[in-house]
C-alpha cells in the first residue's frame, strides 16, 4: 500500500458574502474577503490516491490518466474562473455555500472520487496561500 | 553601496480586455485571461533599494519604514482588489492599460519610486506565479 | 470534518545544554549546539486544527481568530527571544527541558491546545529549518 | 510521542521498462520514462522516524546516527547512479522491479528500516520532482 | 523596457568526462560526475527577454509564443534525455563538449536567441539543483 | 563569461546595539532586534563568480575549491556562532559594526574574495529571512 500524491495549479478569484447575514455581520465575519468585485488565488491543488504497487508497471496509478481526471474534472472548471459566479457548487442559492478553501477543498473530492476507478482518493489538500492549507479525507 | 530587498505578497483579480480589439482579437491574444468574471493570484512583490550602509545603525534603509511605505502605498490599494475595477493606474479610460504583470510593475515602481527619499529605489520585481515574474528598473 | 493549517514563523535563538551531563558528554551528544552563546533559527510553525465547516461561514475555524491566538499565545513569547534564557518552559531547573525541536512543538502545543475553543488542535509541526522538522499529535 | 523528520537529496537516473511487455506496451505505458538511455531527477527524500522524547537529551532520535544511516544505507548507494544498472533492487531481473517512485519508496524503507535500533521508522516520502510524491508506511 | 521571465523544468542524465584526460585526471576533476553510466536532475530553466511594453496588449512579449519557442527548441530536446548521447551538442567528438550547467547555459542560449524575433533575449538561468545554478547573457 | 551561483545555509544569532546610541535610541531604531540575549536566522548564503568557461573541463570555477573556501572562510566562522560575541568583525569595539544583514554581506565578500584565485567574485548575497535579502558586488 502506497500513496502517490500530484501537485497541480490554478488561479480563480472568489469573495465571501453570506446573504442570510446583515451587511454588518458579512463585514465583520468575512473582512477584505467580502469584496463583491473579488479577488483570487494562485491556488495549489495535491491530490493524494492509495493502493497497491502494480509489480508488472510498478505504478499505484497511471499517472497520465491522473492528470487527465485532475485537468477535465477539476482544473478546467477552476481555472481562471470567478468561483462564485462561473462554478456551480458555488453558484448562489438557498443556502449558499461559500468558496471558502474548505469548501473547495470538498467539492474538489466529490468531483475526482467518482472519477477514479483503480485507485482509491485518499486525501484532497488545497493551499489558498503558502501559508494556509485544508485537507479533506472525504470522512463526513 | 548595497542592494537591499524586501518581499511582500498581495492576493488580487484581474482580465485582460482591450476595448479597442474586436472580440476575435481579444480572444486570441488573450485568450483565458480575457474571462470578463477576473481570475485571481496571490502576486508576489520584491522591493529592492540601494545606497551606502549607515555606519551608525548598519543598515541602507530604516526597515520598517519601507514596510510601511509598501504598505501604505501599494498593499493597500491592490490587496483584495480586481484591478481593472478598482486600481485607478488600471481602470477602463481611453487608452486602456492592460493589468498585465508588466504594467503592474511599472504602475508598483510609480507610486514607490517618490516616496522613498533616503534609499534609492532599485528594482520592482513581480511575481504573477511562481513560474513568471517581471523587472522594471524605472528605465523608459 | 476537515483539517486547516496556518503557517507562521519566528527567529528564536537556544543552545543545548544539559547540566547533569559532564562536559564530555555535553560536547559529544549536543556537538556545535552546545555552544554557551547560542545560535538562531528561522522557525516555521505550522497549526493544524479540526472539526466541521460552518454551513453558514463555510469555515472550520475563525482565521482571524486562530491567528491572533497564535499570536498572543506562540509569537509573543517566542520571536527574538533566547529560547533558554527568556522562555519559562527552557529556563534552567532541575530537570532540565531542552530546547530542542521536539521539546518546543510539545510546549507550543501545550500553549494552543487549552485556548482554542471552537476547532480542536489537531497537530503542530514545527520546522528548524527547511530539512528537519517535528510532528506532535498531542498524544504521551 | 513524536515524529521526526529528515530531508536529504539525491541525483539518479532511470528509465521504466518491462521485458515483459511488448515495445508498443512499453511506449505506451511508460512514454518518454521508456527511452533506454535513461533520464534523471533530484529525488527529495524524507525520512520520518517516531518515538518518545529521551527527557534527558530531549531528542527521539541522535539526529547525526539518523543522518549516518540515511547516508550509508541509502545516498552511498543511490546518488550520481544510473538505478537499473547500479543499484541491486532495480538490476534486470525476472521479474523486473521498475525503479518506479512507488519501489524506490519501498527500497528506501527496506534499507532504512532494520538499521534504525531506537527510534522507529514511520513514513518514508520520496519527492521525484516537486509536483509528484511517494509515502510509504512500511504496511503491506 | 521591461524584462519578463519564464520558467520551465526538464529533467536529463549527464556525465562529465573528457578523453583528452587520464582516467586519473577525469576521477579527480569530476569526482562522482565521472560515473559513465550518468545520472540525473530535475534541470529548472529561467529564460528572460527584454523589450518596451507593447502599449495595446500590455505585453512586452507574447506569453504563448515563448513558451512555444521554449518548448520546441529547449525542452523537446533535452527532455528526458541523456545529454552526452542524445544532444548534438554535446555527443562526444573533438573537441568534447562537457554538459557541465555553465555549457548547457550556453547551449539553451544558442537555440533561443535566433527565434525570438521580437522581444530580446537577455538571460540564461539554469539550475542544475536547487543550490547551483549558472547565469549566461550572451556575452563571450 | 559565465556566472555561477552556489548556495550554502548557516545558523547564526545576533542583536543590534549602538553603545554611542541611547537606550531610547536603540530601542526605537532596532525595536525587538535589540534584545542584548540575542535571537536567531537560518541565514542563505548565494555566492556568485563570474569568468571564461574552461574548454576541457567546462567549469567556470572548480565546485569542490569553492565549497572548501566557502566552508573555510565563512561557514566554520559563523554557523552555530553569536556574531555579536564571536566573529570578529561585529566584536563590540570603537565604533561597533552593528551585525546587519548589510555588514554581514560586506564581511562575507571581504573573506571570500582574496581567496578566489581562479574565479572573480561577482556577487555575494545574504538572506536573513526568506522575506529580506542583501547583494553586495564590492562596490564602495
Known sequence: MVF?????????????????????????IFGKCNNPNGHGHNYTL???VKGPVDPKSGFVVD?????DVMSREVLDALDHRFLNKEVPEFLTK?????PTTENLAIAIWQ???PKLNRAQLHRVRVYETPDLFVDFYGEA
Do not use: C, G
Request: hydrophobic fraction near 30%; avoid cysteine; charge should be positive.
Open 46 to 48: 495535491e491530490v493524494t
Open 63 to 67: 499517472l497520465k490518466q491522473l492528470k
Open 111 to 113: 468531483r475526482l472520487a
Open 94 to 98: 438557498i443556502p449558499t455555500t461559500i
Open 4 to 28: 502517490l500524491t500530484r501537485k497541480a495549479e490554478f488561479s480563480a478569484s472568489h469573495y465571501y458574502h453570506n446573504p442570510d447575514f446583515t451587511p454588518e455581520e458579512n463585514a465583520r
